[in-house]
């Protein structure tokens, strides 16, 4: 039984959330302090953390840049803040999923189902020893490692799958939408959006100059391209 936690200081919320997960199948810990959440969410017990904004002691994105800086487990945000400049933030900062309150509760479970099976999809890759190498990017598919120039690149998941795809398919051009349906896949509720936000985060990481990217090159109007 995959283990959910919930970091919500919304006591109504979080105990919807969790009565619903539970009907699907799923075990949740509900926690309403920032800090204490943080402290469960590093203890490597649960498969997927949903996590507040607005949290006492220790906000949501505290949480999210710590956790992601030792584990890749899955962090979908649950937030009543809907702005685009915190939806960006909370994915910069290493979350791999945004749902607006409200929301159904449908959806989040659609959600955490999705995050689950590619999350433990990538993990069960490990089989295969196969290194990708190209200019001075390593991609390492048995260990899920990124290094640039020998040096290691932490990801989230969802930015080591999209750019393993990339660096799979090199030299072809896709259109948001392929990219977006091969690697989000639709049971996801999102939009096309989210996959520039996810490039510009992937090239932070791995480029010299975001602005003249190396290895993931747009092509305006038409999609992406990772030149070999």
């Known amino acids: 039984m995959n283990s959910i936690l ?6 109504n919320i979080a105990e919807l959330e969790r ?5 699907n199948g799923y075990r949740a810990d509900i926690v309403h302090d920032g800090a204490k959440g943080l402290q469960m969410a ?30 890749e487990i899955p962090i979908i945000v649950v937030s009543a803040k809907s702005e685009d400049i915190d939806k ?17 509760p449908a959806e989040l479970a659609a959600r955490i189902k999705s995050h ?4 433990e999809r990538l993990k069960g890759t490990g089989v295969s020893s196969e290194i990708i190498n190209c200019k001075g990017l390593e991609i390492n598919t048995s260990s899920h490692k990124v290094f640039v120039n020998g040096k290691e690149v932490q ?3 969802k930015e080591y ?17 392929h990219i977006f349906n091969t690697i989000w896949g639709e049971e996801y509720y999102g939009d096309v959006a989210t996959v520039p936000v996810h490039i510009q985060k ?8 975001t602005a003249n990217p190396e290895y993931i090159e747009t092509l305006w109007g038409t999609g992406y391209r990772f030149n070999s």
């Open 116 to 119: 689950i099976k590619r999350y």
């Open 6 to 11: 919930i970091i919500e200081d919304d006591v």
């Open 155 to 157: 990801m989230t998941s």
């Open 88 to 104: 960006i933030r909370g994915l910069d900062y290493g979350a791999d999923d945004y749902l607006t309150k409200p929301f159904s």
């Open 42 to 71: 590093l203890s490597g017990a649960y498969d997927v953390i949903l996590v507040d904004l607005m949290l006492p002691n220790k906000s949501g994105f505290e949480i999210i840049q710590t956790v992601r800086k030792k584990s």
């Open 19 to 23: 009565d619903y997960l539970k009907l």
């Open 202 to 209: 992937i090239r932070k990481k791995i480029e010299k100059d």
């Open 161 to 177: 799958e999209l750019l393993l795809f990339f660096a799979s398919n090199p030299n072809i051009v896709f259109t948001k939408e």
